[in-house]
């Protein structure tokens, strides 16, 4: 079902960016998988295959015979064809008739979710095009692939707020399990037996999924858990996704473990809490269709900065999707390495994080992420946003 919602949505595609073809090209793909692979075909392919779809509504796809039925069960395309011997004579064939005047394929400078084509596989495709006269149209497919990973649809959308769903869940069950004299590896294997348990998989490697940092000398996010001890007085994060057919949730929670006779969070703890949630909520409301990245990502760093604390040294959010870091528009600053991704327009559908941090001398680092959807008109929650400390006795 998703894979003809897909194709179909690919066909839209096309014709509103005007582009005559499409081609994901890959072979091997267990090695060397395209990003966009999924979309088309049910599981990994053998053999050189073509999947080429047309502005004219035609959906061909070329590949070894042995995944020829796999795919055409899918029902997703007019016509597959399965070669034997190889690849070039069917698909220049069938390119001479289709004779488009542009070739959408998946490279791209700026975005590696754009960019699946390898180089090998790319030297071939354009032997193969040179031979019928076509290498001269071959264009970027970046717009379309941002598109099409990017727009949700209904169905990829359930299966994000299923996963959102159990990963709220397992952060509810793991706030039993916190208690000081636990270390952060104890606490990230007690969430992977849950996840386990509900026959589930991580949404990212599972040396870092979960990621758990606690107290103010934490390696902090993108760093495996360790025997570091919960202590008393500290603040301690997490960060965690599952995947529900194939789609990613991603998310972080954070909490505050009491002193002894203490009932709530010292005055420090609750300011840096509260100036996250100021902050998330500012970027909430600068997202919407048609605005870009880096006025959210400046609305959330505006309040944190004017609270006293200095910025985040990341960007504020990435889209999630089949890949907890998912397409090609952010929320991020302009820098170097961002490319021009903070300057994408928004569109209705994608989903975005929204995770800024800051570090409470002492106490550690305060962080929360949400997933947010765009709507026609801003953008709401899909998870349900953290508005309180969870406190931990």
């Not at 991603?250 to 909490?255: E, L, V, Y």
């Not at 991020?332 to 903070?342: H, T």
């Amino acid at each position: 079902m998703l894979i003809s919602e897909k194709v179909a949505q690919a066909k839209e595609l096309l014709k509103e960016f005007d582009v005559d073809c499409w081609i994901t090209f890959v072979r091997e793909s267990q090695i060397n998988g395209d990003p966009m692979l999924p979309f088309l075909a049910p599981a990994d392919l053998t053999w050189h295959s073509a999947f080429i779809l047309s502005k004219n509504g035609a959906a061909r796809a070329i590949v070894g015979l042995y995944d020829q039925k796999m795919v055409e069960e899918t029902g997703a395309y007019d016509r597959v064809i399965g070669f034997v011997e190889g690849i070039k004579k069917p698909f220049q064939e069938y390119m001479r008739e289709l004779n488009p005047a542009q070739i959408a394929l998946n490279y791209s400078v700026g975005s590696e979710i754009c960019d699946g084509i390898t180089h090998g596989m790319f030297l071939t495709m354009h032997q193969m095009l040179e031979e019928i006269g076509m290498s001269s149209r071959i264009i970027s497919a970046e717009e379309l692939v941002s598109a099409l990973r990017e727009r949700k649809s209904a169905s990829e959308l359930a299966n994000m707020r299923e996963a959102i769903r159990h990963t709220e869940e397992i952060f509810e069950l793991v706030s039993g399990f916190i208690a000081p004299g636990k270390s952060e590896k104890e606490i990230a294997a007690f969430m992977k037996a849950e996840v386990k348990k509900r026959g589930l998989e991580l949404a990212w490697e599972p040396q870092v999924c979960p990621a758990v940092f606690t107290g103010p000398e934490t390696a902090g996010a993108h760093y495996a858990p360790t025997d570091r001890k919960v202590e008393r007085g500290h603040v301690l994060n997490m960060d965690f996704g599952v995947r529900v057919n194939g789609y990613c949730s991603d998310m972080q929670r954070t909490f505050y473990i009491l002193e002894k006779g203490e009932s709530q969070a010292p005055p420090e703890v609750q300011k840096g809490f509260d100036t996250l949630i100021a902050s998330i909520e500012a970027a909430r409301r600068a997202i919407k269709p048609g605005a870009i990245g880096l006025d959210a990502d400046a609305a959330s760093r505006q309040v944190i900065t004017q609270a006293g604390y200095e910025e985040f040294p990341h960007g504020l959010g990435h889209q999630v999707g089949r890949f907890s870091h998912d397409g090609t528009a952010l929320l991020g600053p302009a820098w170097e390495k961002y490319a021009q991704k903070p300057f994408r327009k928004i569109e209705e559908n994608m989903v975005f994080t929204i995770e800024p941090r800051l570090t409470v001398e002492g106490r550690g680092v305060v962080t929360i992420e949400e997933m947010v959807v765009v709507t026609k008109d801003g953008a709401e929650y899909l998870s349900h946003p953290q508005k309180e400390l969870i406190l931990i006795g």
